[in-house]
């Protein structure tokens, strides 16, 4: 069934004028009477409503069950993630991590940031675009989003990873959980990592680089305030996919 979010009280009895879900139900699902679709607003359930009702410009709903929905993957993660160099890749790190299940978006300009323009306008669309991941997805919990002219590396907790073009003092990938010493692995560890039920109850940060690649003071900065650094060797990736291609893997294997 089809998904909606709405900020509203989903009552027994609904009458819902929303434009783009008119469309939606009358034109792109091409609903009928008594078709079943499910609304939810965070709050951890699922409700399954029945169409009564299509008219011009309203569509009137009649409340069936509710579900709870305990999808939400229990790590919590928070991309810290530099601008990129078009707004087309900001759409695309917010849809697809959206979809795999993060907690929080920081998005924040590095010293090989392109000089972007976040207006209002823009935040107003990503929101959009992560309210519309999270109805495709099935998760049920808004990630938060952040932008940020200035990052204090001094307020960021929980354990961090930096993803890097390149091998820092011959360390391969370095993961660091919470509460629990450094652990040295190579990249092809990835996949017993992935198996290891433990590591989905950790809280963890990944800084991800701009086009540029991070500088030798940025890095350096990190370093220095205790961040580890990941890559997957002599394989770089590009700044919309590296993040996501090392959530995706932990939480689905």
Same mark, same amino acid.
């Given at each position: #069934?089809?998904?909606?979010?709405f900020?509203i %009280?989903?009552?027994n009895?609904l ?5 783009e879900f008119?469309?939606?139900? !009358?034109f792109v ?7 079943e679709?499910? /609304?939810?607003?965070?709050n951890g +359930?699922?409700y399954?409503?029945?169409i ?8 009137? /709903?009649e409340?069936?069950s ?6 939400d993957?229990?790590i ?14 900001? $759409? ?8 795999? @299940?993060?907690t929080?978006f920081?998005f924040?300009k590095?010293e090989?940031c392109?000089?972007l ?8 669309r990503? %929101?959009h ?5 999270i109805?495709?997805? *099935?998760w049920?919990?808004?990630?938060? /989003? ?8 001094s307020?960021?907790?929980w354990k961090t /990873?930096v993803?890097?073009t390149?091998?820092i ?10 509460n629990?010493?450094?652990?040295k692995i $190579?990249h092809? !560890?990835?996949?017993?990592? @992935?198996h290891?039920?433990k ?5 963890i940060?990944?800084?991800v680089?701009?086009? *540029?690649?991070? +500088? ?6 990190? %370093? ?6 990941i ?10 996919? #590296?993040?996501s ?9």
């Amino acid at each position: #069934m089809q998904r909606f979010y709405f900020d509203i %009280e989903l009552d027994n009895k609904l009458i819902i004028e929303d434009k783009e879900f008119f469309n939606q139900i !009358s034109f792109v699902l091409r609903s009928r009477l008594w078709d079943e679709i499910v /609304l939810f607003n965070w709050n951890g +359930s699922d409700y399954i409503y029945k169409i009564q009702v299509i008219s011009k410009n309203k569509i009137e /709903l009649e409340f069936n069950s509710k579900v709870l929905n305990n999808s939400d993957p229990k790590i919590a993660i928070t991309l810290y993630q530099a601008l990129p160099n078009k707004y087309e890749k900001i $759409d695309y790190i917010l849809q697809k991590w959206a979809e795999v @299940g993060i907690t929080k978006f920081v998005f924040f300009k590095a010293e090989r940031c392109s000089k972007l323009v976040i207006s209002e306008n823009k935040i107003a669309r990503f %929101e959009h675009i992560i309210k519309e991941s999270i109805e495709q997805c *099935g998760w049920n919990k808004k990630p938060e /989003l952040v932008i940020l002219d200035k990052l204090k590396l001094s307020d960021i907790n929980w354990k961090t /990873l930096v993803c890097h073009t390149k091998e820092i003092e011959n360390k391969n990938i370095v993961i660091a959980r919470e509460n629990e010493a450094i652990q040295k692995i $190579d990249h092809h !560890s990835l996949y017993s990592l @992935g198996h290891d039920d433990k590591w989905k109850e950790f809280k963890i940060n990944i800084f991800v680089w701009p086009e *540029g690649g991070f +500088s030798e003071k940025e890095t350096w900065e990190f %370093e220095k305030v205790g961040f580890e650094f990941i890559n997957f060797g002599t394989r770089i990736l590009r700044t919309e996919t #590296m993040s996501s291609v090392i959530w995706f893997w932990l939480i689905n294997n």
